[in-house]
């Protein structure tokens, strides 16, 4: 299931606890910018109406780059209020 049919289906009984960067796919391989576009896809696909804790993971691969670390952590800490406003993060 993809994270919006997860969150349409299951959103209402539990928390999404992570899964705001693809660590597989999205991390190593990804650029800066597709990075930033994904965390923020994330974040708006599970946190409107709340239970969404967006956390570090603890499978990052020991090759991945401070710098994509960093990018991760600094966009879900900017669009961190809530309700999320979404026009304000573009």
Request: aromatic share 12%.
């Amino acid at each position: 299931m993809g994270p919006e049919e997860l969150k349409k289906e299951f959103g209402k009984y539990i928390a999404f606890w992570g899964g705001g960067i693809d660590t597989q796919t999205a991390l190593p391989f990804g650029s800066l910018e597709e990075i930033e576009k994904e965390v923020k896809e994330r974040i708006e696909i599970f946190a409107p109406g709340g239970g969404y804790v967006f956390c570090p993971i603890h499978n990052v691969q020991a090759d991945i780059s401070p710098e994509k670390i960093v990018t991760v952590l600094n966009i879900a800490k900017n669009m961190r209020r809530y309700p999320v406003n979404f026009l304000e993060n573009d």
